[in-house]
T-cell receptor, first 112, second 114 residues
Framework: DAGITQSPRHKVTETGTPVTLRCHQTENHRYMYWYRQDPGHGLRLIHY???????DKGEVSDGYSVSRSKTEDFLLTLESATSSQTSVYFCAISESNRPEAFFGQGTRLTVV | GEDVEQSLFLSVREGDSSVINCTYT??????LYWYKQEPGAGLQLLTYIFSNMDMKQDQRLTVLLNKKDKHLSLRIADTQTGDSAIYFCAESSMIKAAGNKLTFGGGTRVLVKP
């Protein structure tokens, strides 16, 4: 695997609480992404980053925010978790002018 | 918007060839990908093909691209039990400011029977 670490790997949280997921890379790649995986939908892009402090929305960004204060870290925050945000979350990285995108091991989040 | 479609399930006998199919709608796709996901794991990049190519071979894997019909396939020769997994097709347009934003199909679950 590329040097991507997601934490935590599993989390159960209550509806209405804030949750932050972390993605850490050791590859010094420019681009970082957050996807969610749900049955029947494949993976859908939530937010992505094209540099430190540079982020933009993806296809399913409502209810999520992100921050990237360092090249190696990309944080995904659920401001007030809802049951519809129960999912598996994947971080990915890619480099400029290279077609490959590499994925982390995922974080399974359950909102009860 | 972009759309990527795959069949849900494929069953194959060990030693046979598997063919997984995918269709996409975005005519500006630059790269098309195949990823493999084993249970409880992340996505492993198997191979990718540039949109101006029509075939790419990598050991047991052969990717065929029909750009006119927007059809992509992955052939796995001599399928093994370790090939049982979910296979995802994806496309990207490699926009400079956005890097490699991928659009995924829903995945094809491949079951290899001994």
């Amino acid at each position: 695997d590329a040097g991507i670490t997601q934490s935590p790997r599993h989390k159960v949280t209550e509806t209405g609480t804030p949750v932050t997921l972390r993605c850490h890379q050791t590859e010094n790649h420019r681009y970082m992404y957050w996807y969610r995986q749900d049955p029947g939908h494949g993976l859908r892009l939530i937010h992505y980053s094209y540099g430190v402090k540079d982020t933009d929305k993806g296809e399913v960004s409502d209810g999520y925010s992100v921050s990237r204060s360092k090249t190696e870290d990309f944080l995904l925050t659920l401001e007030s978790a809802t049951s519809s945000q129960t999912s598996v979350y994947f971080c990915a990285i890619s480099e400029s002018n290279r077609p490959e995108a590499f994925f982390g091991q995922g974080t399974r989040l359950t909102v009860v | 918007g972009e759309d990527v479609e795959q069949s849900l399930f494929l069953s194959v006998r060990e030693g046979d060839s598997s063919v997984i199919n995918c269709t996409y709608t975005d005519s500006s796709s630059t790269y098309l990908y195949w990823y493999k996901q084993e249970p409880g794991a992340g996505l492993q990049l198997l191979t990718y093909i540039f949109s101006n190519m029509d075939m790419k071979q990598d050991q047991r894997l052969t990717v065929l691209l029909n750009k006119k019909d927007k059809h992509l396939s992955l052939r796995i020769a001599d399928t093994q039990t370790g090939d049982s997994a979910i296979y995802f097709c994806a496309e990207s347009s490699m926009i400079k400011a956005a890097g490699n934003k991928l659009t995924f199909g829903g995945g094809t679950r491949v079951l290899v029977k001994p």
